[in-house]
């Protein structure tokens, strides 16, 4: 279904602007894009393009997608042309909105310039599109089969490395809720920590001794803990690899303390998420929607110019 259409033209801050309404940080953004490729143009230009393509061909390309799904990494895409130094000669513009459920055959965006460097970076900006989108699918099918329950599909940190801002960004476009972005916006009270301090309430003790004003999260196997981490004054607990019936167990547990928030995790299918999300939780914690999502198919087809 295409929502929408935006022009990006010459300059970087057209791209610095789709990338700030997006919520993503154009510098860091840039950073992870240069990264990508360099990649590919590390030992020189590209040869194929190169040898086949005459210099100064324009043309239009059109990026299509080969399944249904839902779409997101359209403002990266932009700043990848942008990165190459493509925009100066160079129109993309976006004929989808990323968060948007996208049909096979729709265009998601057209690309006018240089064939050449449209070729050079086409392959960076479908590993984005498509890895992104595949992300943004796979949440958006949580959130459908949980909607309606009160509970929310949530990330984790198992991202692929120096990728977890955009891979965030693609959960929270497929409808989902981010965890922690880092090890320090927000503490995890972990099994080997509770081990190392000798229970769930030192353990928390010493993490608000630390650190007053950021959120504690504590992770509890079973319902003792879950009584000993509400009453050391836990506002998040993390329900691991618990069964149904000791989630509802532990929900009842938390009624007397409106502001905890609960959440599952370990054992989590898209099968039984209905059941869990049922249980009263807040959050299901799903580490596949970043380690294990399927790309989307998406592809850049060269419509004239070619």
Same mark, same amino acid.
């Given at each position: 279904?295409?929502?929408?259409?935006?022009?990006?033209?010459?300059?970087?801050?057209?791209?610095?602007?789709?990338?700030?309404?997006?919520?993503?940080?154009?510098?860091?953004?840039?950073?992870?894009?240069?990264?990508?490729?360099?990649?590919?143009?590390? !030992?020189?230009?590209?040869?194929?393009?190169?040898?086949?393509?005459?210099?100064? *061909?324009?043309?239009?390309?059109?990026?299509?997608?080969?399944?249904?799904?839902?779409?997101?990494?359209?403002?990266?895409?932009?700043?990848?042309?942008?990165?190459?130094?493509?925009?100066?000669?160079?129109?993309?513009?976006?004929?989808?909105?990323?968060?948007?459920?996208?049909?096979?055959?729709?265009?998601?965006?057209?690309?006018?310039?240089?064939?050449?460097?449209?070729?050079?970076?086409?392959?960076?900006?479908?590993?984005?599109?498509?890895?992104?989108?595949?992300?943004?699918?796979?949440? *958006?099918?949580?959130?459908?089969?949980?909607?309606?329950?009160?509970?929310?599909? *949530?990330?984790?940190?198992?991202?692929?490395?120096?990728?977890?801002?955009?891979?965030? !960004?693609?959960?929270?476009?497929?409808?989902?809720?981010?965890?922690?972005?880092?090890?320090?916006?927000?503490?995890?009270?972990?099994?080997?920590?509770?081990?190392?301090?000798?229970?769930?309430?030192?353990?928390? *003790?010493?993490?608000?001794?630390?650190?007053?004003?950021?959120?504690?999260?504590?992770?509890?196997?079973?319902?003792?803990?879950?009584?000993?981490?509400?009453?050391?004054?836990?506002?998040?607990?993390?329900?691991?690899?618990?069964?149904?019936?000791?989630?509802?167990?532990?929900?009842?547990?938390?009624?007397?303390?409106?502001?905890?928030?609960?959440?599952?995790?370990?054992?989590?299918?898209?099968?039984?998420?209905?059941?869990?999300?049922?249980?009263?939780?807040? !959050?299901?914690?799903?580490?596949?929607?970043?380690?294990?999502?399927?790309?989307?198919?998406?592809?850049?087809?060269?419509?004239?110019?070619?």
């Amino acid at each position: 279904m295409i929502e929408t259409s935006v022009s990006v033209g010459v300059a970087g801050g057209s791209v610095a602007e789709l990338l700030a309404e997006a919520g993503l940080d154009a510098g860091e953004t840039r950073q992870v894009v240069r990264a990508a490729l360099a990649e590919d143009l590390r !030992y020189g230009p590209d040869i194929t393009t190169a040898a086949v393509i005459p210099d100064g *061909r324009v043309a239009v390309a059109d990026v299509v997608a080969r399944c249904d799904g839902v779409v997101a990494g359209l403002p990266v895409a932009a700043a990848v042309l942008d990165v190459a130094g493509l925009l100066e000669h160079t129109i993309i513009e976006l004929l989808a909105a990323d968060g948007s459920r996208v049909a096979a055959g729709d265009v998601l965006a057209r690309v006018i310039g240089p064939l050449s460097g449209i070729l050079t970076a086409e392959r960076t900006m479908l590993n984005f599109l498509t890895h992104l989108s595949g992300i943004a699918t796979a949440t *958006r099918a949580w959130a459908d089969t949980i909607d309606g329950s009160g509970a929310f599909v *949530r990330d984790t940190r198992k991202t692929t490395p120096g990728l977890r801002v955009l891979e965030k !960004y693609a959960v929270r476009r497929g409808g989902g809720v981010n965890h922690r972005m880092g090890l320090g916006d927000a503490a995890l009270i972990k099994d080997n920590h509770v081990a190392a301090a000798g229970g769930v309430a030192a353990a928390f *003790r010493a993490v608000r001794a630390m650190a007053p004003d950021v959120v504690v999260e504590v992770e509890c196997d079973t319902l003792s803990q879950v009584t000993e981490a509400l009453a050391a004054g836990a506002g998040l607990i993390l329900l691991d690899n618990m069964s149904l019936l000791d989630m509802r167990a532990a929900v009842e547990l938390a009624r007397a303390y409106p502001a905890v928030r609960l959440e599952a995790s370990g054992g989590l299918r898209l099968e039984n998420a209905r059941a869990v999300a049922s249980t009263g939780v807040h !959050y299901l914690s799903v580490g596949a929607l970043t380690h294990s999502s399927p790309a989307l198919d998406i592809a850049l087809d060269v419509v004239t110019g070619g």
